[in-house]
């Protein structure tokens, strides 16, 4: 284990957060409000953790995937851990545990919440809160990597450590350009989400706040009421298409761009995802046909709601907890599917679910015919058993964390769908669940014991579990590779 590397790259990230902490500063200075001086304080720390780790380069500078698992998994939860300060130092959050629970929530793109009331927050606080959906969804690594320069080998296992999804792919041959091409992808996307909700009626602040939950699919508000609280049908339909559009796969982005369309239209796994999306929808609508005034209103609130939730963003125009069984039937189901690998989306992910389904296929194909050979392809590539067995290994883990995570919640005594929902919600980084903690309700009511179980699967489930359990085998930190 090259610990000089983990120390001398995480010094290069903590560096990175305490420029970006400058900027909710200014936005505090910007609207005279004294809570911005609680971002100087964790920046000039960061700042001095920085000039003592991250300056000088090691002599063995060589690391590998152990390396950049743990690497991922430290910077995670120590961008968090500083992230959190500014909350407490203000005054704001007092409780730590709280202030480090929204912040995990923020840069894992969860949009869970412990805040009762979230308009009293002042204006620099939403802003570093939805502010760290943007910088996480993407991941903070591929954020570092854009702007600072590590070496080759370094940067291609921190990308395969950090980016989602069953199999990992560059789309040039440096990683570094890969991120810098990625991040100007969302940066552009993001950017223009903000102009369409300008000439929606949103200010400029409205505009980036849910302009950054909706790129980083992580749904922080600045409203109680979050995107219902404008009441505007365009509204609605300019965030349920960028939802979307951020929970496909940004290497599909590249390839429009450089007009190569044909892959794109036979990504199966893009096809599945707006299928499932069609569906979904067309099911909710006529659940709720008797619900509201016009067909039309009840699709307007059920494709939202659809495209909030497989994206995980988390954003709300009703209480869906409030909708009939079987439309809270289908949201669930959603949120344990999620998006596309390599978008910003969080679940399980449709690629699984298209390897897993098609394994189950071959299984069944094999036992009719015992000699047959059959392939899992998707996308028509190949897919190895390699890549099957760590899809099979991935589920496992997380059917573990689910069952195990929902025993231990459990003990705060709240009823079954409460229970069993905030965990779904935070594991697949959706942000709400159903009945206490729906998109009405908060986590404010669970024990400190409950919160770390949660901080714990946000962190998990945004780094799809072996990263983030990486870091607690005790073999991998034995020098011996």
């Not at 202030?99 to 805040?115: D, K, N, V, Y």
């Not at 979230?118 to 570092?144: I, K, Y």
Request: with cysteine; proline share 4%; net charge positive.
């Amino acid at each position: 284990m090259n610990i000089k590397m983990i120390r001398y790259i995480l010094g290069k990230m903590l560096g990175v957060e305490a420029l970006l902490l400058l900027i909710p500063a200014f936005v505090g200075a910007l609207y005279g409000e004294h809570e911005g001086i609680a971002f100087l304080i964790p920046s000039a720390i960061l700042l001095f953790v920085y000039l003592l780790t991250g300056i000088k380069k090691p002599e063995k500078t060589k690391i590998y995937q152990k390396e950049g698992l743990v690497i991922v998994a430290l910077a995670w939860i120590l961008w968090s851990v500083f992230g959190a300060l500014p909350f407490t130092i203000s005054g704001e959050i007092p409780l730590y545990i709280d202030a480090l629970f929204e912040t995990i929530s923020g840069f894992t793109t969860t949009g869970s919440s412990i805040l009762p009331d979230v308009e009293t927050l002042s204006q620099c606080m939403h802003f570093w809160r939805s502010f760290t959906h943007w910088v996480g969804g993407m991941g903070v690594l591929v954020f570092v990597l854009v702007l600072t320069s590590l070496e080759k080998s370094s940067t291609m296992y921190l990308m395969m450590a950090e980016v989602p999804g069953p199999e990992k792919e560059k789309l040039v041959p440096k990683m570094t350009s890969t991120a810098r091409i990625l991040y100007g992808i969302y940066f552009g996307m993001t950017a223009l989400e903000v102009v369409l909700l300008l000439l929606g009626g949103m200010n400029v602040f409205d505009s980036l706040v849910h302009a950054f939950g909706t790129a980083g699919t992580g749904g922080f508000s600045n409203y109680a009421e979050s995107v219902g609280h404008f009441g505007s049908a365009y509204i609605d339909g300019v965030i349920t298409v960028f939802m979307i559009l951020f929970g496909i796969n940004f290497n599909l982005f590249f390839l429009l761009i450089l007009r190569d369309f044909k892959p794109v239209w036979k990504n199966e796994e893009l096809r599945a995802y707006l299928l499932i999306i069609a569906i979904s929808t067309a099911f909710i609508t006529m659940n709720l046909s008797g619900s509201y005034p016009s067909i039309l209103t009840a699709f307007r609130y059920a494709v939202f709601q659809v495209g909030s939730v497989i994206t995980t963003t988390g954003f709300a125009t009703t209480d869906f907890a409030l909708w009939p069984m079987f439309s809270q039937c289908i949201l669930l189901m959603l949120m344990i599917c999620g998006a596309c690998a390599s978008s910003t989306g969080g679940g399980i992910k449709v690629a699984r679910v298209l390897i897993v389904l098609k394994s189950i296929k071959r299984e069944i194909k094999q036992m009719k015919h015992p000699k047959s050979v059959s392939i899992i392809r998707v996308n028509g590539k190949k897919m190895n058993t390699d890549v099957v067995r760590k899809v099979c290994s991935y589920l496992m883990a997380y059917m573990a964390i689910l069952i195990g995570s929902i025993l231990l919640v459990s003990i705060d005594n709240k009823d079954f769908a409460t229970t069993f929902s905030s965990v779904m919600a935070t594991l697949n980084n959706i942000g709400p669940g159903i009945a206490d903690v729906g998109p009405a309700g908060n986590f404010s009511q669970f024990s400190v014991f409950s919160k770390l179980v949660f901080c714990f699967d946000m962190l998990a489930g945004r780094l799809e579990i072996f990263p983030f359990l990486m870091l607690f085998a005790v073999p991998v930190w034995r020098k011996q590779f």
